[in-house]
């Protein structure tokens, strides 16, 4: 088992920045490939980003390439999701994910976070 527990969302208007935290506990951190996700009211959940076990892989949806920026640090046992440039379209709850084996899918994903609330307003 692996929990999840995602912070740093709040209203921002459009062009600010915000960084969000998600921090693991239970099984190694270490051993999962890591992803954001988000979902608007209404929406499905779509993927944002991902980041492999050691950093060496990270993957952007379209819409977010550019403008957010994903890290992890396996000693804290954190992924981050920093979030510049803002647009309204990217008002959602947002989600960290923990995965064996990567992907953008969200059936790919074992683990999810309770998620945290972005909002952004014009």
């Known amino acids: 088992q692996v929990q999840l527990v995602e912070s740093g969302g709040g209203l921002v208007q459009a062009g600010g920045s915000l960084r969000l935290s998600c921090a693991a506990s239970?099984?190694?951190?270490?051993?999962?490939?890591m992803g954001w996700f988000r979902q608007a009211p209404g929406e499905e959940r779509d993927f944002v980003s991902a980041i492999s076990r050691s950093s060496a892989t990270t993957t952007y949806a379209d819409s977010v390439k550019g403008r957010f920026t994903i890290s992890r640090d396996n000693a804290k046992n954190t992924v981050y999701l920093q979030m510049n440039s803002l647009k309204p379209e990217d008002t959602a709850v947002y989600y960290c994910a923990a995965s064996r084996t990567g992907a953008t899918a969200v059936v790919n994903y074992d683990y999810w976070g309770q998620g945290t609330q972005v909002t952004v307003s014009s």
């Open positions: 239970g099984r190694t951190f270490s051993y999962y490939n």
